[in-house]
Structure formats: structure tokens, C-alpha cells
């Protein structure tokens, strides 16, 4: 499935390009920007209340070079709210219709 086919007339990207060197490398910038459709549904008020939020969201690149206790705490949500994978099972012994299971951080879910 393309990125083309998933996007809908309605939403709102916001773009981030990391700014590269010759050797295409990042540079530690990006460009942002916020992208539409023309097409897009939403009536003018709701349009920039959703443009608006866009534009705050992007804000916050500029304030967290300025703010360190800023960026930290972002980071900290960031953290929070990233999907943590679910806990890998591994078997330990089998009897009969008895499965055994080790529910340790480590397993790599082999089987014994």
C-alpha cells in the first residue's frame, strides 16, 4: 500500500525533511512544513482550528532548542506513549495436556 492510498482529503501532514550534506547526511536540521489538500472537507472554521493545532505542534521544534526543561519533559511523554512490545512467552516444559511458561523480560520465545 502506498502513502498516496492511505491519505484522506481531510488530513493534515506535517512533513518533516532532515537538511543533508553532500554525502547525504543529516545535518541536525529539518525543514517542517504542514500539507493539505485542497480538496479538504472541513469547513473554514474547523479548517484553521486543525491548521491552528498544526502550527503549535510544529511550534514546539524552536521552543525545545530554547528551553531544555522543555524538551526534557517532552521527551519524558514521548517515552511514555511509545508502544512498548508485548512480553514474550517462552515454553519451559510440556506434560501432557501442562504447558509450562516463563514470562522473563529475556526470552526469546524459543521453544525448548
Same mark, same amino acid.
Given at each position: 500500500?502506498?502513502?498516496?492510498? &492511505?491519505?484522506?482529503? !481531510? ?5 518533516? &525533511? $532532515? ?18 489538500? $485542497? ?7 474547523? @479548517? @484553521? ?5 498544526? &502550527? ?5 521544534? $524552536?521552543?525545545?532548542?530554547?528551553? !531544555?526543561?522543555? &524538551? ?7 517515552? @511514555?506513549?511509545?508502544? %512498548?512490545? !508485548? $512480553?514474550?512467552? %517462552?515454553?519451559?516444559? %510440556?506434560?501432557?495436556?501442562? +504447558? +509450562? ?9 524459543? %521453544?525448548?
Amino acid at each position: 500500500m502506498t502513502i498516496e492510498s &492511505r491519505i484522506l482529503s !481531510e488530513d493534515f501532514i506535517i512533513d518533516v &525533511r $532532515p537538511e543533508m550534506d553532500k554525502h547525504f547526511r543529516w545535518t541536525g536540521g529539518v525543514n517542517i512544513s504542514i500539507m493539505t489538500s $485542497p480538496d479538504n472537507p472541513l469547513d473554514d472554521s474547523d @479548517y @484553521y482550528g486543525v491548521m491552528d493545532f498544526c &502550527r503549535t505542534m510544529c511550534a514546539t521544534v $524552536p521552543l525545545m532548542e530554547k528551553d !531544555e526543561d522543555l &524538551r526534557q519533559r517532552l521527551i519524558k511523554e514521548a517515552e @511514555y506513549n511509545e508502544e %512498548k512490545p !508485548e $512480553p514474550q512467552l %517462552k515454553i519451559v516444559d %510440556k506434560h501432557d495436556n501442562v +504447558v +509450562v511458561l516463563s514470562f522473563d523480560a529475556d526470552n526469546d520465545n524459543k %521453544k525448548c
